[in-house]
């Protein structure tokens, strides 16, 4: 886990590529803990979004919003502000979402002068996280081993 933790450290620390952050790989409990954990000891903000628990966020993204508005509308539906280099929004559950949606989102949706951070976690094919990875830094989280009971 700790090369996982490096990789996502990484990711913050070249905030300059305005990149987002897709994490994926072994079970939805892990991905949630990892991504929370990290977001608690790397930012002073979190807003975490649970896509498929929230139908509002969902179906907003789902129609494939850009520019200032979207920004605005996250804000507006989480009763949070997103504080330029110190906030971390997490859409997990994102596999959740309809057609292109999350991906757009994921392309379009910080600016430069936004200077924030943007995690997009779920269980992906391989074909959504080759075309993703033009515009995302993924980072696979190792699948869990079977051990059985010996």
């Not at 987002?20 to 939805?28: I, Q």
């Not at 803990?33 to 966020?57: C, G």
């Not at 508005?69 to 559950?93: C, G, R, S, W």
Request: hydrophobic share 40%; with cysteine.
């Amino acid at each position: 886990m700790e090369r996982v933790i490096s990789q996502l450290l990484d990711w913050k620390l070249q905030f300059k590529d305005f990149k987002t952050l897709l994490l994926t790989g072994s079970t939805e409990e892990d991905r949630t803990k990892v991504i929370k954990d990290f977001a608690m000891n790397y930012f002073n903000n979190m807003i975490h979004i649970n896509l498929k628990n929230n139908a509002e966020v969902r179906e907003y993204i789902n129609t494939m919003p850009t520019g200032r508005d979207a920004y605005y509308f996250i804000e507006k539906a989480v009763h949070d502000m997103i504080v330029p280099l110190d906030t971390i929004l997490i859409f997990n559950n994102a596999d959740s979402c309809e057609g292109s949606g999350i991906w757009d989102y994921a392309q379009n949706f910080f600016t430069e002068e936004d200077m924030s951070f943007l995690a997009v976690v779920g269980d992906f094919t391989e074909e959504e996280i080759a075309a993703a990875s033009e515009y995302c830094i993924v980072v696979r989280l190792p699948e869990k081993e079977d051990n059985p009971a010996g």
